[in-house]
T-cell receptor
Framework: DAKTTQPPSMDCAEGRAANLPCNHS???????VYWYRQIHSQGPQYIIH???NNETNEMASLIITEDRKSSTLILPHATLRDTAVYYC???????????????FGKGTRLSVIA | DGGITQSPKYLFRKEGQNVTLSCEQN?????MYWYRQDPGQGLRLIYY???????QKGDIAEGYSVSREKKESFPLTVTSAQKNPTAFYLC??????????FGEGSRLTVL
């Protein structure tokens, strides 16, 4: 699976949008971009994933560049409860991918400030 | 409700002792995984199992052992051969290419 690069930490004011970048310049055509987050001392939680189109769900939006070499996770109105470590992962998915383990890097530590 | 249950949440052990961490899921997931997390670090894969009675080593399998006798259960044994076992251990499962579901974790401290 392709490697990702994320900034180690970011701050965001409460109520503002949090934009978390991820670089995956070696991503392959059949690899999806996944985002998870981990609140202190808990198990990681799935947020969203996408292949090439932008995706949105109740938690966040995922913007993938046209060349697919980078993406941005957007939390539209960050709250204090969004303070967590956010992991960007690329992984082959689909019927023939099997259950390939996810490889977690160090992620971005997002601090939402009141 | 369906989910993954890890136990115990906190565990203390003396050096030289083996200890087994439990992971049970009622999600009917085929695959299960064990990760280790050290302070300020990401998750590292210890072992994973895609089907019953089969499992594969991850990146840091030395000093650990697992079994997968039932679909619902994937216990991890931390043996005395693991030189630095103090860590946060996370169990996860998924079905096919779907999202991973994680347990709440087990924090092991070696005294």
């Amino acid at each position: 699976d392709a490697k990702t690069t994320q900034p180690p930490s970011m701050d965001c004011a409460e109520g503002r949008a949090a934009n978390l970048p991820c670089n995956h310049s070696t991503i392959s055509g059949n690899e999806y971009v996944y985002w998870y987050r981990q609140i202190h001392s808990q198990g990681p939680q799935y947020i969203i994933h996408g292949l090439k189109n932008n995706e949105t769900n109740e938690m966040a939006s995922l913007i993938i560049t046209e060349d697919r070499k980078s993406s941005t996770l957007i939390l539209p109105h960050a709250t204090l409860r969004d303070t967590a470590v956010y992991y960007c992962i690329v992984r082959v998915a689909g019927r023939n991918s099997g259950n390939t383990p996810l490889v977690f890097g160090k992620g971005t530590r997002l601090s939402v400030i009141a | 409700d369906g989910g993954i249950t890890q136990s115990p949440k906190y565990l203390f052990r003396k050096e030289g002792q083996n200890v087994t961490l439990s992971c049970e899921q009622n999600l009917n997931h085929d695959a299960m995984y064990w990760y280790r997390q050290d302070p300020g670090q990401g998750l590292r894969l210890i072992y994973y199992s895609q089907i019953v009675n089969d499992f594969q080593k991850g990146d840091i399998a030395e000093g650990y052992s697992v079994s997968r006798e039932k679909k619902e259960s994937f216990p991890l044994t931390v043996t005395s051969a693991q030189k630095n076992p103090t860590a946060f251990y996370l169990c996860a499962s998924n079905k096919g290419p779907g999202e991973l579901f994680f347990g709440e974790g087990s924090r092991l401290t070696v005294l």
